[in-house]
Nanobody, 117 residues
Framework: QVQLVESGGGLVQTGGSLRLSCTASESDLSLYGMGWYRQAPGNQRELVGSITPGGGTNYAALVKGRCTISRDNAKKTAYLQMNSLKPDDTAVYYC???????????WGQGTQVTVSS
């Protein structure tokens, strides 16, 4: 069982930046692809972006150019840097870890991001 803990959420003004962190309890994070998702009230959870164990990234169109995902396997942590934030980015942001071989899926508890206009 992998436990994920997100941090770094908060209230920010339009145009501001936040960096979210996701720290895992797993000792070997290099076996996991990491993803960031978000869910706004009344909406389904949607993918923000993901990063492979080797560092390859992909992003949803809505955030492309404004977000950067990175990881530090030694620190067992993945990051989501968000810039030029908009009120539409307001959501609970969740971290996901998926084992690259067995496909086991783990989620964090989420961290709230609120962007004021």
């Amino acid at each position: 069982q992998v436990q994920l803990v997100e941090s770094g959420g908060g209230l920010v003004q339009t145009g501001g930046s936040l960096r979210l962190s996701c720290t895992a309890s797993e000792s070997d994070l290099s076996l996991y692809g990491m993803g960031w998702y978000r869910q706004a009230p009344g909406n389904q959870r949607e993918l923000v972006g993901s990063i492979t164990p080797g560092g390859g990234t992909n992003y949803a169109a809505l955030v492309k150019g404004r977000c950067t995902i990175s990881r530090d396997n030694a620190k067992k942590t993945a990051y989501l840097q968000m810039n030029s934030l908009k009120p539409d980015d307001t959501a609970v942001y969740y971290c996901n870890a998926r084992h690259i071989i067995f496909g086991a899926d783990y989620w964090g508890q989420g961290t709230q991001v609120t962007v004021s206009s």
